[in-house]
């Protein structure tokens, strides 16, 4: 495998010596924690990454907190809102410290700001106040809050030696209809970007104003990270975080994982692939073909070979 240093897994939750165990390679990049429950686990991160000498990234808070939305809303309309989320990711980048990720990622619109003529039914949410529709705000008021995020989280990840990720969530025509992100990210290339191949594909299915490929063909050159598993959809979203498989085709409903790969590739082959799915679902046997068959694209073998 020549991908093996672009490479991570997922810990969510805590830290599963389990999941470890089946998951991490020798040689893989690193480790993403999210919304650890207790400092042991935190302890035991810092611990196995100065003994296997791997990386590790933060999927904002590391902390979980039930008493809190898990994404900072630093967009919202609402002016404490947004300055509570501020708190929140400077406690946290206080907290972490000891850790030192190399990166702490966060959502991106967040509130996420819904399309008014897309049916969102499918789309996750865990509370109402992680989303608005575009039709409560306006693109100067985006982009004012954006402006204000991307030179704030600069300045931080100066300060604290990380760089900051913006992962997109739900996304409307300010984003991929506009080029204020774009010019942001020129203007702060230290702030990359974060794709979800499972995410972008469930809105390229359901809101006939989005093309996932497109997105993918405009923005990976300013990613640092993907987020790798597939999902299908038929008329309803099942299997998601399933991990991805040469066998699970785009026919049957099923992302079409090697398009998006190859298209990642061609734009920036150095990005980090955090296979963020649940490898409980399938056996060591396959979680091996599923590591193979992403490093085989991203290195072109498959061309190569003529298959």
Request: net charge negative; proline share 4%; with cysteine.
């Amino acid at each position: 495998m020549n991908h093996l240093q672009q490479f991570m897994i997922g810990q969510y939750g805590g830290f599963d010596y389990s999941k470890f165990r089946k998951d991490f390679k020798a040689g893989f990049y690193g480790i993403e924690a999210c919304s650890f429950k207790s400092e042991e686990d935190c302890l035991n991160l810092i611990a196995e990454a100065q003994q296997h000498q791997f990386h590790t990234g933060v999927h904002f808070p590391l902390r979980a907190d039930p008493a809190r939305l898990r994404d900072a809303l630093f967009l919202s309309p609402d002016e404490y809102e947004r300055a509570e989320a501020f708190r929140h990711i400077q406690e946290e980048l206080d907290y972490m410290v000891n850790l030192r990720p190399g990166y702490v990622l966060f959502h991106y619109p967040k509130p996420v700001i819904l399309d008014d003529r897309v049916d969102w039914q499918q789309w996750r949410f865990s509370d109402r106040r992680e989303y608005i529709y575009e039709s409560e705000t306006s693109l100067e008021e985006l982009i004012r809050h954006s402006e204000y995020l991307f030179d704030w989280l600069s300045r931080k990840g100066r300060e604290y030696h990380f760089q900051p990720i913006l992962e997109f969530d739900g996304l409307n025509s300010y984003v991929y209809n506009q080029d204020f992100l774009e010019r942001l990210l020129v203007r702060y290339p230290d702030i990359k970007l974060c794709l979800d191949t499972a995410r972008l594909y469930q809105q390229d299915r359901f809101d006939p104003n989005f093309d996932a490929r497109a997105l993918l063909r405009r923005y990976t050159k300013y990613a640092a990270l993907i987020h790798l598993s597939t999902v299908q959809v038929k008329d309803t979203v099942r299997h998601s975080h399933y991990p991805a498989l040469p066998e699970l085709s785009p026919a049957d409903g099923w992302a079409p994982i090697e398009d998006y790969l190859r298209i990642i590739r061609e734009e920036n082959s150095g990005v980090k692939i955090m296979f963020e799915h649940r490898s409980d679902l399938i056996t060591t046997e396959q979680l091996e073909r599923c590591y193979a068959w992403v490093d085989g694209i991203l290195s072109g073998a498959a061309e190569a070979s003529g298959a």
